[in-house]
């Protein structure tokens, strides 16, 4: 055999074996293309699109922990010092209908109490479409009129009730006019009563708030009204915003249909503060927000009823770093119609994101 055909023997031979190897191989699989998760920015910051739907989600929520000194609700209060840690998460959803924004919003709050358990709060947990907005969210006797001011202890002097299950519709004209009108659940069942002691654990009735605002440059008018079926009377609240730019300020009046009687909207705070005689016939509320700089800004309020309790709360609200605020709050609370006073004082810590 001369060399040549030795030479073609051997690239035969090795063509045939590298054949044999290339039909046995495996071919690996195109990989999936990568789907990254796409901003939607078209109901506010902070919303993104669930991968492989048209639903904007967003996530949201607080830690808090906070040292409180007595109680500037009840001078009965046994307790010197209180140590309150708090964590919340908020989920909020939206996608576009025919009708409008379908939106959800759901909050879950978990406290810690020095000496107790751990308690869970379902806050909030609503829907919302074309201006209507059923399930579980503050009154809008609150809601609507924007609470009180930008203190801690704002609602120290009773201003309206919180969580409750409602159906609300809010209208907005565009042009500075909104109302709204909410039908809400009295929250009576087995073994409840009304403000006053009624028995209300057969009552089916709902309460009605309504109210109507009016905003124009700077300044802003509101007024609300709330009827507590069980009661069969209510409260009249009017709100006045202004900002001035080196400051803000509002001014707040409340009025109660029957003074000699406590219900849901002209209350005790909860219907059991230490002196449990609720607004009398009137209360009002008024403050002012300075902010100092992007850093800085100190509040203060003042409150008092027709039954003459008085209460006065300042505060300093400082942001060292975005969405950390450290917030130390004073608050002089006075009862005089069984003539006892309190002062009160919070340190604040808290993150949010």
């Excluded at 609470?147 to 809010?170: C, H, M």
């Excluded at 709100?239 to 009687?261: E, H, I, P, Q």
């Amino acid at each position: 055999m001369n060399i040549k055909s030795l030479l073609l023997g051997s690239a035969a031979a090795l063509a045939a074996v590298s054949g044999a190897h290339a039909a046995d191989a495996v071919v690996a699989a195109e990989p999936e293309p990568l789907e990254y998760v796409r901003i939607c920015d078209a109901y506010g910051a902070g919303y993104f699109f669930i991968p492989g739907t048209e639903t904007c989600l967003k996530i949201g929520g607080k830690v808090r922990t906070e040292g409180e000194w007595y109680d500037a609700y009840n001078p009965n209060a046994v307790r010197g010092t209180l140590w309150h840690t708090r964590a919340e998460l908020q989920l909020q959803t939206a996608s576009d209908t025919e009708w409008g924004p379908l939106k959800t919003n759901t909050e879950l709050r978990w406290d810690w109490q020095e000496g107790g358990q751990t308690n869970t709060n379902f806050l909030h947990g609503s829907i919302s479409l074309g201006g209507f907005t059923v399930g579980k969210e503050d009154s809008q006797f609150n809601v609507f009129t924007g609470y009180a001011g930008d203190v801690i202890n704002d609602d120290v002097v009773y201003d309206g009730p919180y969580e409750l299950n409602q159906i609300t519709y809010n209208y907005d004209a565009g042009n500075g006019f909104t109302a709204v009108i909410s039908v809400e659940d009295t929250n009576s069942g087995k073994g409840a009563t009304g403000s006053n002691g009624e028995d209300s654990s057969n009552h089916y009735a709902p309460d009605v708030v309504a109210g109507a605002g009016y905003k124009a440059g700077a300044w802003s008018f509101k007024v609300v009204g709330g009827y507590d079926s069980i009661v069969e009377e209510g409260a009249v609240k009017a709100r006045v915003d202004a900002d001035f730019g080196v400051f803000s300020a509002f001014l707040m009046g409340g009025w109660n249909t029957d003074g000699d009687k406590l219900n849901k909207y002209a209350g005790a705070n909860g219907g059991g503060d230490a002196s449990g005689i609720g607004w009398g016939d009137w209360a009002v509320w008024g403050g002012v927000d300075v902010p100092i700089n992007d850093k800085l800004k100190w509040n203060l309020q003042l409150a008092y009823t027709d039954s003459k309790i008085f209460s006065a709360t300042t505060n300093v609200k400082w942001k060292p770093v975005k969405n950390l605020l450290i917030e130390p709050e004073v608050t002089y609370t006075n009862w005089d119609s069984i003539s006892e006073d309190q002062w009160a004082g919070i340190l604040r810590f808290e993150r949010s994101f």
